[in-house]
């Protein structure tokens, strides 16, 4: 059974960190792209950060040069690291995986992919 875990999420204060984990297990993800999601109370859901199986990355505009993705193969594991944390950052975050690349992650439009994990909370106060 294919899943992915989220961890790491929590209650940070404003300029804070924390760091995301996204552990896969079930099959190997080496040549899958994998990402993150997240939804805000009363928002859709967006893209936030991925990267391909080769090691390329995408990141939305309001996360770029405070949030950092990067994977563990060996370990099946995938990262956000994110730093300066806002307010407007408080979401369930979600990881996902999808074989088809990066590209359906920089573009998605609620569409499926692949695979998704449950979601971790982030709440950041002031």
């Known amino acids: 059974q294919v899943q992915l875990v989220e961890s790491g999420g929590g209650l940070v204060q404003a300029g804070g960190s924390l760091r995301l984990s996204c552990a896969a297990s079930?099959?190997?993800?080496?040549?899958?792209?994998m990402g993150w999601f997240r939804q805000a109370p009363g928002k859709e859901r967006e893209s936030v950060a991925a990267?391909?199986?080769?090691?390329?990355?995408y990141y939305t505009d309001s996360v770029k040069g405070r949030f950092t993705i990067s994977r563990d193969n060996a370990k099946n594991t995938v990262y956000l690291q994110m730093t300066t944390l806002k307010l407007e950052d408080t979401a369930v975050y979600y990881c996902?995986?999808?074989?088809?690349?990066?590209?359906?992650?920089?573009?998605?439009?609620?569409?499926?992919?692949?695979?998704w994990g449950q979601g971790t909370q982030v709440t950041v106060s002031s």
């Open positions: 996902a995986a999808d074989n088809r690349g990066l590209i359906y992650f920089k573009v998605w439009d609620g569409g499926a992919l692949d695979y």
């Open positions: 079930g099959r190997t993800f080496s040549n899958y792209a």
């Open positions: 990267i391909s199986a080769f090691g390329a990355t």
